[in-house]
T-cell receptor, first 116, second 110 residues
Framework: NAGVMQNPRHLVRRRGQEARLRCSPMKGHSHVYWYRQLPEEGLKFMVYLQKENIIDESGMPKERFSAEFPKEGPSILRIQQVVRGDSAAYFC??????????????FGPGTRLTVT | AQSVTQLGSHVSVSEGALVLLRCNYSSSVPPYLFWYVQYPNQGLQLLLK??????LVKGINGFEAEFKKSETSFHLTKPSAHMSDAAEYFCAVGFQKLVFGTGTRLLVSP
C-alpha cells in the first residue's frame, strides 16, 4: 500500500511566481491535512480538507494561499505571488476518518519550497 | 486551545544509554497525544499515540511513553539508545488539527 505521495519534492520559485504543491493521500483515506515547517521549527497546521470540502482553514494565511481537494485527483496547495518568507517545507498528511478512532495521520515526505 | 512544550531542543546520549525526551501539554479537553520521529529530509513517522485507556503506551522501535494527567506530561523513553535513533522527535496534541512542539533533536554518540 503506497504511502502519502507529494510532488514535487523540491520546488524553486522566484518572488512573485505561483507555487503549486500536490498531495495524493493513502488509498482509502478521505481526509487531508497540510502543515508548514519553517527552518528549526515544528510543524504548523494550515488546513484540513475532505473531498470537495474545506473543513478547517484556521491556519491558512488570509491572502495568497488556497487549498482544494477535488472529487478526483490530488489535493493542491496553491501559493500565489510567493515571497521569501514562504520558503519552508510543506507536509501533507492523510487519515481514513476523523469520526471516532484516533485520527492517526500519515505524513508524506514533504515539498521543500525555496523562493529566490 | 491546545499547546505542547518540549523541554530541550537537543538531547545527547551515548549508545546503550536511556533516552528521555520530555513533553508537556495543555488541553481543555481530554487530549489525544502523539510522538513522531523525523529523519533528515523526510516526513514524519508515527512512533506511538495515546487516546484513551492504558496510560503506558508502547510504540515502534522500542519506544514507549506514559500519559500522566496530574503532571500534564507525555514523556518519551527508550531503555537503550541505538545510533539509528538519532533524529528529530516531535510531540503533538490534537484530534483533527495537530499542534506540534518545536521538536527535540536526539544525538547518539558511540
Amino acid at each position: 500500500n503506497a504511502g502519502v505521495m507529494q510532488n514535487p519534492r523540491h520546488l524553486v520559485r522566484r518572488r512573485g511566481q505561483e507555487a503549486r504543491l500536490r498531495c495524493s493521500p493513502m488509498k482509502g483515506h478521505s481526509h487531508v491535512y497540510w502543515y508548514r515547517q519553517l527552518p528549526e521549527e515544528g510543524l504548523k497546521f494550515m488546513v484540513y480538507l475532505q473531498k470537495e470540502n474545506i473543513i478547517d482553514e484556521s491556519g491558512m494565511p488570509k491572502e495568497r494561499f488556497s487549498a482544494e481537494f477535488p472529487k478526483e485527483g490530488p489535493s493542491i496547495l496553491r501559493i500565489q505571488q510567493v515571497v521569501r518568507g514562504d520558503s519552508a517545507a510543506y507536509f501533507c498528511a492523510s487519515s481514513p476518518t476523523a469520526q471516532g478512532g484516533s485520527n492517526e495521520q500519515y505524513f508524506g515526505p514533504g515539498t521543500r519550497l525555496t523562493v529566490t | 486551545a491546545q499547546s505542547v512544550t518540549q523541554l530541550g531542543s537537543h538531547v545527547s546520549v551515548s549508545e546503550g544509554a536511556l533516552v528521555l525526551l520530555r513533553c508537556n501539554y495543555s488541553s481543555s479537553v481530554p487530549p489525544y497525544l502523539f510522538w513522531y520521529v523525523q529523519y533528515p529530509n523526510q516526513g514524519l513517522q508515527l512512533l506511538l499515540k495515546y487516546t484513551t485507556g492504558a496510560t503506558l503506551v508502547k510504540g515502534i522501535n522500542g519506544f514507549e511513553a506514559e500519559f500522566k494527567k496530574s503532571e500534564t506530561s507525555f514523556h518519551l523513553t527508550k531503555p537503550s539508545a541505538h545510533m539509528s535513533d538519532a533524529a528529530e522527535y516531535f510531540c503533538a496534541v490534537g484530534f483533527q488539527k495537530l499542534v506540534f512542539g518545536t521538536g527535540t533533536r536526539l544525538l547518539v554518540s558511540p
